[in-house]
């Protein structure tokens, strides 16, 4: 078990000047918290780590960060180019201290490659020096760099274990072959290879032993024709295993091309379609234009307007006033045709009654008065003239303009910069286009296309030489049983070797596949065990394992939950995690960088409760996005036993606070 | 149990099916020495060391 006690970086990465960290390593109290804000120096610590372990720093997409990188900008600017980091730890009882520094030769001025510095790796155990060769041994018996993504890991990262549910994945077999080496199969896996490689050796010693044995003749003449069939084959593997190797790392190569190239078409669609975006701008920007024009060409409505207005009242009136008087005159007249036709008749139309003459006298005055009361009139014809009048106002009085001119020309303006900002990213898009030639990117696709199929081909020729290999290797153990059984091979000491190992490369090798399936097994249990704690869904039932260690969420009927969030990805990867972490050996503390980004509160705080009762250290590297406030931490501040802060000095420089 | 015991115990399994088992404690002196130097680069030595544990049954009149 290894317990990390301090960190100390000098000029490494954003920490300008000396930076000191504390590990808690009490039992109770094993948490350490680093706050810091984005593009502040997180990561940076985490890479210290690293860098002082195996001399390496990881950036984005786990791509290595050259060396000359590395040592604070501003520091050397001031002429201070050393870069060093130091940790101190326990580790089965002893007392290691490690330091990794690099210095800039003396001859150079401003470090621009990683030739330029000098690396110097020093490590004291109990006080005393280790010999420089034995140091990558002490370091890998206790956090082997092989498994260090187990316990210096990237939130970020942690996706990339979904990866292990697809069968042939390269990422996934990458990830498997380091889950293996965490879990301990490489041991058994060597066990057998070595075994192997000895026992061709004490077969080749016991045929020279037995030749002298005419019985013995025939049988070692058939294993030796056997073994060298073996040894062809071997070695046609070897080539075949590095041709394997070279191709596939061409196609990557090709792959990688054509994902850029794949960029660059994107990016020249993206021109083109911006093109046409561009050409609508310009036309909506033309209407848009015209119509302010004609705006502005009526604008002097807006003047006269007043006056009109006056008239337009003035008028109204009048016609009013002459409507009145035209009712009137049409109310007259009607009452002159209604007392003329009463005059006209002598006797009652309905009741035959003669027709009073008192009332004939008074109709005959009333019809005489009104008669001569009805003046002749143009009434009809002013208001003819004024309604023409008024209709002629009325065109002149629109809405004003004035508000429409402004979403004019403010549309206007939109537009333009609506183009400015389309021709500034076509011109971004055209560069990046600029260059480029197609001819070359077909090749690349059928250079591509043949070595798939090479890739192929060489697979299925493994695999051929695999299963003769697997033959003839059953075929050799039989004659070593039929040697064996012979009574000259008593008298001769290497048959015993030869039964030995031929036991050992059996046990081993069947152990491989009986550890894996246990493995799987216990990882399974474990995982799931710690996914019922982080998951705040709790429909799911637990996780069910693949070969590859994969692992699927169940739901309540058992059944493969198909579509996982990135957040349930998270806690799978840390149930994962966890779970190799109780089955496989101690990598001892966990330094997680940003490992609740994808978190929402609860599942956080899940997380903070569960892990710190199984790591034997953590630190925890986060933002104030991940853990906003002190109540926050409420459940676990009782583990704390260290905290601090980054603080912004500068762009390249940065300041670690205790809290 | 840790991965160590459960190799461990794949190991005694598989030797136990063996018709000519060999003493648990030489695989289990190997399996150990194997874990030890697992990530060590020079092969032939751990190779060697795998002989003089044979050696040390074989010829010790052990088996």
């Keep these: 078990m290894m317990v990390l006690q301090v960190v100390e970086m000098v000029n490494f990465m954003p920490f300008k000047g000396c930076h000191k960290l504390e590990i808690a390593a009490s039992e109770m109290q094993n948490v350490t918290l680093v706050f810091g804000d984005n593009m502040r120096g997180k990561t940076s610590i985490l890479n210290a780590v690293r860098w002082v372990f195996y001399g390496v720093a990881m950036g984005r997409h786990s791509k290595p960060i050259p060396l000359w990188q590395l040592p604070n900008k501003e520091a050397g600017l001031e002429g201070d180019w050393r870069m060093e980091v130091r940790v101190k730890f326990i580790a089965d009882g002893a007392t290691y201290d490690l330091r990794r520094q690099a210095l800039k030769k003396a001859h150079i001025a401003c470090p621009e490659r990683d030739e330029d510095y000098d690396v110097h790796v020093n490590m004291m155990k109990d006080g005393m020096p280790v010999a420089a060769h034995h140091i990558p041994t002490e370091i890998n018996r206790y956090i082997p760099e092989q498994v260090s993504r187990f316990f210096l890991f990237d939130g970020e990262l942690l996706q990339e274990y979904e990866s292990l549910l697809v069968e042939g994945d390269e990422q996934g077999r990458q990830i498997k072959e380091s889950i293996e080496k965490v879990l301990g199969v490489p041991a058994l896996i060597n066990g057998r290879d070595y075994a192997g490689v000895l026992l061709k050796k004490m077969q080749k010693v016991q045929n020279q032993d037995m030749k002298q044995f005419a019985a013995a003749a025939s049988l070692i003449d058939s294993r030796k024709v056997k073994q060298e069939r073996i040894d062809i084959i071997e070695k046609d593997l070897v080539q075949l295993k590095a041709r394997s190797l070279r191709t596939r790392q061409q196609r990557e190569e090709l792959d990688d091309c054509l994902e850029k190239v794949e960029a660059i078409y994107s990016a020249k669609a993206n021109a083109d379609a911006l093109e046409k975006e561009l050409k609508r701008c310009s036309e909506e920007h033309d209407v848009v234009a015209e119509k302010k024009r004609s705006l502005v060409s009526s604008s002097w409505k807006v003047l006269a307007s007043r006056v009109v207005l006056q008239r337009l009242n003035d008028l109204q009136g009048q016609e009013k006033e002459i409507a009145v008087r035209i009712d009137k005159r049409q109310a007259v007249k009607l009452e002159i045709e209604q007392l003329k036709r009463i005059l006209s008749y002598s006797e009652c139309p309905t009741c035959r009654q003669p027709v009073d003459g008192a009332y004939r006298n008074s109709a005959g005055e009333r019809l005489g008065f009104l008669e001569g009361g009805v003046p002749d009139s143009q009434d009809e014809e002013e208001i003819n003239e004024i309604r023409s009048e008024i209709r002629n106002l009325n065109r002149l009085i629109s809405k004003s303009p004035i508000d429409e001119l402004r979403k004019c020309t403010s549309d206007i303006q939109g537009l333009d910069l609506r183009s400015i900002r389309i021709e500034g990213e076509i011109e971004r898009l055209r560069q990046e286009v600029k260059g480029y030639d197609t001819a070359e990117i077909m090749r690349w696709r059928a250079n591509r296309d043949v070595l798939i199929k090479e890739e192929a081909r060489i697979e299925e020729a493994i695999s051929n030489s695999d299963a003769d290999r697997a033959k003839l290797l059953k075929d050799l153990r039989q004659i070593d049983v039929s040697i064996n059984a012979l009574p000259q091979a008593n008298d001769v000491k290497s048959s015993k070797y030869v039964q030995y190992f031929s036991v050992l490369e059996r046990v081993f090798s069947d152990s491989v596949e009986r550890l894996r399936e246990n493995l799987r097994t216990r990882v399974e249990s474990a995982a799931s065990e710690a996914f019922k704690k982080l998951t705040t869904q709790k429909m799911y039932s637990g996780l069910k394992i693949n070969n590859n260690y994969g692992l699927a969420i169940l739901d309540e009927k058992m059944s493969v939950v198909g579509i996982r969030s990135a957040g349930a990805e998270q806690i799978v990867a840390l149930s994962l995690i966890d779970g190799l972490g109780r089955t496989g050996r101690s990598a001892g503390p966990i330094v997680m960088d940003t490992p609740f980004g994808r978190l929402d509160t609860k599942h956080r705080d899940n997380i903070l409760a569960y892990l710190p009762t199984t790591a034997r250290q953590l630190v925890l590297l986060v933002h104030d996005g991940e853990i906003k406030s002190r109540a926050d931490l409420a459940q676990i501040s009782h583990r704390i036993g260290a905290e601090y802060t980054i603080h912004h000095i500068g762009p390249r420089h940065s300041e670690i606070r205790e809290a | ?63």
């Design chain 2, 1 to 63: 149990m840790d991965s160590n015991d459960m190799a461990l115990e794949a190991l005694r399994t598989s030797n136990g099916l063996e018709r000519d088992h060999v003493p648990f404690e030489a695989i289990e002196q190997t399996y150990r020495l194997l874990v030890n130097r697992v990530y060590e680069r020079d092969e032939s030595s751990t190779m060697r060391m795998m002989e003089e544990i044979a050696k040390k049954y074989l010829e010790g009149g052990r088996i």
